[in-house]
Structure formats: structure tokens, C-alpha cells
């Protein structure tokens, strides 16, 4: 089944203990990005990713770090966690091109207390 | 940059009442635009999709929206909502040339039995 695998898809965790949530997709998509979920805010991107071992900034990436280093791949990591990155997480991904829309893993909450 | 303004944050209905979500966008150039739906504790499925050509698109679950380029709008309409649809309506924008997905503030819909 195609589908972006996230885990956990539960966390919480103290302020300053570093992070890392997993992105895992099996499509061979070439884009991956991660979102977060915020009342009223709606998705804002974080980070995005156009294909092996190229990320780019996002609208929020601020405390946050990607990497890119295999093509199913894409994890977030916060080293420093603080309790502002409380928030639900997606991540997606999709084939290059003219998109047919995102894929979206099921989405991790994270509780930064 | 691109942006995306859903107007209506909650909507209550009566089942079998008729649906219109607002979605208005700003960019300059060509698009491609989406309707996801979040239902309860799920993650984004995508409802349906705009690329080019018939400015009325049929997606999954009786949703419909036109793309009126003048008014640079991407409506949801649905002519008789069921309990089933209470969820969270997300616009989205990406421009033609580029893979970057910009999200509304969603509309949180409930639809009374």
C-alpha cells in the first residue's frame, strides 16, 4: 500500500531533550515536506525537500532541522525543544512534476512541556 | 509568495442543508488548486484537485468547487451535507511552475443530525 509512514504518532517530551520525528514513504516521490498544524493557523510548511540531499526552508523553520540523505526518508528534528513546537506534524510527500496533491502521514502530536 | 484565505472559520449545518465554503487566493501566476478534508483525528485526504480546464471539478463524497479565475476563488460547494461531513475543510495553492503547497486556515464544519 502507498502510503508516508510518521512515528511516533504520539510525544511528549521536556523542554531542551532532543528530538527526532520519522518520515518514511514507499512511492519513490522525489518531494518531501513537513507541516505543522495549528488552531486557526492551518498547515504552515516547515521544511521541504526537492530530492536527495536538497531541503529548503519552509515558511517556520525556526527551531527545527531536516535531512535528506536517502529518497523514502525525511526526518524532523528539533534539538532543542521548546514548548512554542507544541503541535500536530505532518509530514508529505509527492512525484515531481505537475503534483496529483500531497500524500500525508497520519501526523505525529507532539507535546513539549 | 503565495497565500490562501478561507474565510469562514466554523460552520454549523443541519444535515441536508446546502454547503459553500469560501477559499480565496493571491498569486500572480497559474495555479493548481486543492480541497483536503481532515476528519476527526485523521490526517489530509485530498477531496479534489484543480489543474486546468473545466473550471468545475467533481471530487469524492458529492463535493464539487469552481475555479473562477476574476475573482481569483476556488469555492466548495456540497447541495446536501450529511452528519458524516463534519470535519476540516483545507484550501490549497500551489503555483504552476513549483511543488510548494500553501495551506488556508481551514473551516471547521459540523453538521448537526
Known amino acids: 500500500e502507498a502510503q508516508v509512514t510518521q512515528n511516533p504518532r504520539y510525544l511528549i517530551t521536556v523542554t531542551g531533550k532532543k528530538l527526532t520525528v520519522t518520515c518514511s514513504q514507499n512511492?519513490?516521490?522525489?518531494?518531501m515536506s513537513w507541516y505543522r498544524q495549528d488552531p486557526g493557523l492551518g498547515l504552515r510548511q516547515i521544511y521541504y525537500?526537492?530530492?536527495?540531499?536538497?531541503?529548503d526552508k519552509g515558511d517556520v523553520p525556526e527551531g527545527y532541522k531536516v535531512s535528506r540523505k536517502e529518497k523514502r526518508n525525511f526526518p524532523l528534528i528539533l534539538e532543542s525543544p521548546s514548548p512554542n513546537q507544541t503541535s500536530l506534524y505532518f509530514c508529505?510527500?509527492?512525484?515531481?512534476?505537475?503534483?496529483?496533491?500531497?500524500?500525508f502521514g497520519s501526523g505525529t502530536r507532539l507535546t513539549v512541556v | 509568495a503565495q497565500s490562501v484565505s478561507q474565510h469562514n472559520h466554523h460552520v454549523i449545518l443541519s444535515e441536508a442543508a446546502s454547503l459553500e465554503l469560501g477559499c480565496n487566493y493571491s498569486?500572480?501566476?497559474?495555479?493548481?488548486l486543492f480541497w483536503y478534508v481532515q476528519y476527526p483525528g485523521q490526517h489530509l485526504q485530498l477531496l479534489l484537485k484543480y489543474f486546468s480546464g473545466d473550471p468545475l471539478v467533481k471530487g469524492i463524497k458529492g463535493f464539487e468547487a469552481e475555479f473562477i479565475k476574476s475573482k481569483f476563488s476556488f469555492n466548495l460547494r456540497k447541495p446536501s451535507v450529511q452528519w458524516s461531513d463534519t470535519a476540516e475543510y483545507f484550501c490549497a495553492v500551489k503555483p504552476d511552475a513549483g511543488n510548494m503547497l500553501t495551506f488556508g486556515g481551514g473551516t471547521r464544519l459540523m453538521v448537526k443530525p
Open positions: 525537500s526537492m530530492n536527495v540531499e536538497v531541503t
Open positions: 508529505a510527500s509527492s512525484p515531481p512534476g505537475r503534483l496529483d496533491g500531497y500524500t
Open positions: 498569486y500572480g501566476g497559474t495555479v493548481n
Open positions: 512511492m519513490n516521490h522525489e518531494y
